[in-house]
């Protein structure tokens, strides 16, 4: 199911070309830090400059969690997986590096010409290991289309500055927040991404640079007739002359007011447990994903999508569990058995409907297959084939963020590949064990032994002791395998939660309707 490379190999590149989106994470060497994974989407920011290299136009967001551990230990991985075609993960190690906007190396690969609204850093990844994985549990999705609203709103942030430089009053460097204009991106890189939420150094000297162009006027008449057109597909709307009269007539100081409050709300929000108005959501979610990593500063960062089909659960505002399916590695579980680690970040987001991000920050713990804490989560009845582990992640923060960049992909259906070849090894074990007394060599119990005892960097995975208790239930019962139609249908989805100076009056009009509007969205969809 697993393959390494050196370098990433020439099959993939065209594979790695056609990706709609990708996924980073990276992590603090403290033990008390917050790993992190985001989501990157808009089209034409990835870029492969060969088979050791490949960098991206990295957005403004509320975060600035990626470049701080860059700049503390240079940790990161990059990962991609198919929503559509034949499945595959394929997950890109190495080390990163930051080349802030306004620098000679982010000048050299993005020039005003090519630089996007809202783009703050180059992250540069040399590439040390290529891992590519079957991604039998990932989904079937179908992509629909880029957001218009990160462009839009970024933009709106780059004309404030650019409007304060033509009229001189953008200040000489070094600036600071009260002499930078309250709405442009120089300040919100000052408040918002110079430290990252464990205090690492994140942004230094992007607010120092002055805007190279003025990004609104040239994009600015075909961003909202893109956003209009867009807009009119969904609704299934023609995009008609009479559409378009009716969007002009809209007054652009009132627009702006609404699109910035809408911005303000959402950017991102701390919680010190999952707030009720998020169950409903993650309950919806068709997937999700995990990241973990190792305390030494030379191990590697584990990202892994996961589905939701009656995988994940929530137990109450600060605990949730999810069944860990068999893979060809194991790192997730090592991460969290190294003495002195356990952290686990686990992202969702939104594919469909209103833009979000949410991620669960927490302490995980494992409960391996075959233990009494295992049984107590996952009877044998309502154990998946190949399920190999509990994950229980106590959660001690919450955050959420717009998801403005993440593109609009439609739900199709699960696939049954990784569920079907649990079922051939179980098999396999169960008639073995039954003829011979010992478990197939092509059995599941071999597969563990094989490929989950230890993780890429020699962290102990599942126990040996897991694997001669594996044996045993094997030995005392027949397991209990679910047919293809099962196996097409798994679940239904369990959830468990018990509850324990002036403005422009049309601008300022449009900025609290977009505060109140967004913030009714975020509790009630």
Same mark, same amino acid.
């Given at each position: 199911?697993?393959?390494?490379?050196?370098?990433?190999?020439?099959?993939?590149?065209?594979?790695?070309?056609?990706?709609?989106?990708?996924?980073?994470?990276?992590?603090?060497?403290?033990?008390?830090?917050?790993?992190?994974?985001?989501?990157?989407?808009?089209?034409?920011?990835?870029?492969?400059?060969?088979?050791?290299?490949?960098?991206?136009?990295?957005?403004?967001?509320?975060?600035?969690?990626?470049?701080?551990?860059?700049?503390?230990?240079?940790?990161?991985?990059?990962?991609?997986?198919?929503?559509?075609?034949?499945?595959?993960?394929?997950?890109?190690?190495?080390?990163?590096?930051?080349?802030?906007?306004?620098?000679?190396?982010?000048?050299?690969?993005?020039?005003?010409?090519?630089?996007?609204?809202?783009?703050?850093?180059?992250?540069?990844?040399?590439?040390?290991?290529?891992?590519?994985?079957?991604?039998?549990?990932?989904?079937?999705?179908?992509?629909?289309?880029?957001?218009?609203t990160y462009y839009n709103v970024a933009s709106r942030f780059e004309q404030a500055d650019f409007s304060a430089q033509q009229t001189e009053t953008m200040p000489e460097p070094p600036p600071n927040l009260d002499s930078l204009p309250p709405k442009g991106l120089r300040h919100y890189f000052l408040s918002h991404n110079a430290t990252s939420i464990d205090g690492l150094t994140g942004l230094?000297?992007?607010?120092?640079?002055?805007?190279?162009?003025?990004?609104?006027?040239?994009?600015?008449?075909?961003?909202?007739?893109?956003?209009?057109?867009?807009?009119?597909?969904?609704?299934?709307?023609?995009?008609?002359?009479?559409?378009?009269?009716?969007?002009?007539?809209?007054?652009?100081?009132?627009?702006?007011?609404?699109?910035?409050?809408?911005?303000?709300?959402?950017?991102?929000?701390?919680?010190?447990?999952?707030?009720?108005?998020?169950?409903?959501?993650?309950?919806?979610?068709?997937?999700?994903?995990?990241?973990?990593?190792?305390?030494?500063?030379?191990?590697?960062?584990?990202?892994?999508?996961?589905?939701?089909?009656?995988?994940?659960?929530?137990?109450?505002?600060?605990?949730?569990?999810?069944?860990?399916?068999?893979?060809?590695?194991?790192?997730?579980?090592?991460?969290?058995?190294?003495?002195?680690?356990?952290?686990?970040?686990?992202?969702?987001?939104?594919?469909?409907?209103?833009?979000?991000?949410?991620?669960?920050?927490?302490?995980?713990?494992?409960?391996?297959?075959?233990?009494?804490?295992?049984?107590?989560?996952?009877?044998?009845?309502?154990?998946?084939?190949?399920?190999?582990?509990?994950?229980?992640?106590?959660?001690?923060?919450?955050?959420?963020?717009?998801?403005?960049?993440?593109?609009?992909?439609?739900?199709?259906?699960?696939?049954?590949?990784?569920?079907?070849?649990?079922?051939?090894?179980?098999?396999?074990?169960?008639?073995?064990?039954?003829?011979?007394?010992?478990?197939?060599?092509?059995?599941?119990?071999?597969?563990?032994?094989?490929?989950?005892? #230890? &993780?890429?960097?020699?962290?102990?995975?599942?126990?040996?002791? *897991? +694997?001669?208790?594996?044996?045993? /239930? $094997?030995? %005392? #019962? &027949?397991?209990?395998?679910?047919?293809?139609?099962?196996?097409? *249908? +798994?679940?239904?989805?369990?959830? /468990? $939660?018990? %509850?324990?100076?002036?403005?422009?009056?049309?601008?300022?009009?449009?900025?609290?309707?977009?505060?109140?509007?967004?913030?009714?969205?975020?509790?009630?969809?």
């Open positions: 199911m697993g393959n390494f490379h050196d370098e990433i190999p020439s099959f993939l590149i065209p594979w790695i070309q056609k990706q709609e989106v990708f996924w980073v994470a990276t992590s603090p060497l403290s033990a008390d830090g917050h790993v992190n994974v985001s989501t990157k989407g808009l089209k034409g920011t990835f870029h492969i400059v060969d088979s050791k290299r490949v960098w991206y136009e990295d957005l403004t967001g509320s975060g600035v969690e990626t470049i701080s551990h860059l700049r503390e230990n240079g940790r990161i991985t990059v990962l991609l997986n198919a929503f559509e075609g034949p499945p595959r993960i394929a997950r890109l190690f190495g080390k990163g590096s930051v080349y802030e906007f306004g620098t000679p190396e982010y000048n050299e690969l993005l020039p005003p010409d090519l630089r996007k609204p809202g783009s703050r850093a180059v992250i540069m990844v040399d590439v040390e290991k290529v891992g590519t994985s079957c991604g039998y549990g990932v989904p079937f999705f179908e992509f629909k289309g880029h957001r218009d230094t000297t992007a607010h120092e640079a002055p805007r190279a162009c003025n990004i609104t006027a040239v994009k600015k008449q075909s961003e909202i007739r893109r956003l209009s057109i867009s807009l009119a597909k969904r609704l299934s709307i023609d995009s008609s002359p009479e559409l378009s009269k009716m969007i002009h007539l809209v007054d652009l100081r009132f627009l702006t007011g609404t699109i910035m409050g809408l911005l303000l709300a959402t950017l991102y929000t701390r919680f010190s447990q999952i707030p009720d108005f998020l169950i409903s959501w993650l309950q919806k979610q068709q997937m999700f994903w995990t990241a973990t990593a190792p305390l030494s500063g030379i191990g590697h960062v584990n990202l892994s999508p996961k589905c939701t089909r009656g995988m994940f659960h929530i137990v109450n505002s600060q605990k949730v569990w999810y069944e860990d399916m068999s893979g060809s590695g194991v790192e997730t579980i090592s991460h969290l058995k190294e003495p002195g680690n356990g952290r686990i970040t686990i992202l969702f987001h939104a594919f469909e409907g209103p833009p979000k991000i949410c991620r669960l920050f927490g302490t995980g713990s494992v409960y391996e297959y075959g233990t009494p804490e295992y049984n107590e989560y996952i009877s044998p009845e309502n154990r998946a084939p190949g399920s190999r582990a509990v994950i229980v992640v106590d959660v001690h923060k919450v955050g959420t963020s717009c998801g403005y960049a993440i593109p609009l992909y439609e739900f199709k259906t699960h696939r049954n590949q990784l569920l079907q070849w649990a079922q051939k090894r179980e098999s396999a074990d169960d008639d073995a064990l039954r003829e011979f007394n010992e478990p197939s060599s092509n059995g599941l119990y071999s597969y563990w032994k094989n490929n989950n005892a #230890r &993780s890429i960097d020699g962290i102990p995975g599942l126990d040996s002791k *897991t +694997f001669e208790d594996a044996v045993d /239930l $094997f030995k %005392t #019962r &027949s397991l209990s395998y679910a047919d293809d139609k099962v196996i097409a *249908t +798994f679940g239904p989805s369990a959830y /468990l $939660f018990r %509850t324990n100076g002036k403005f422009d009056s049309k601008f300022l009009t449009g900025l609290i309707l977009g505060v109140l509007a967004t913030t009714v969205v975020m509790r009630y969809v």
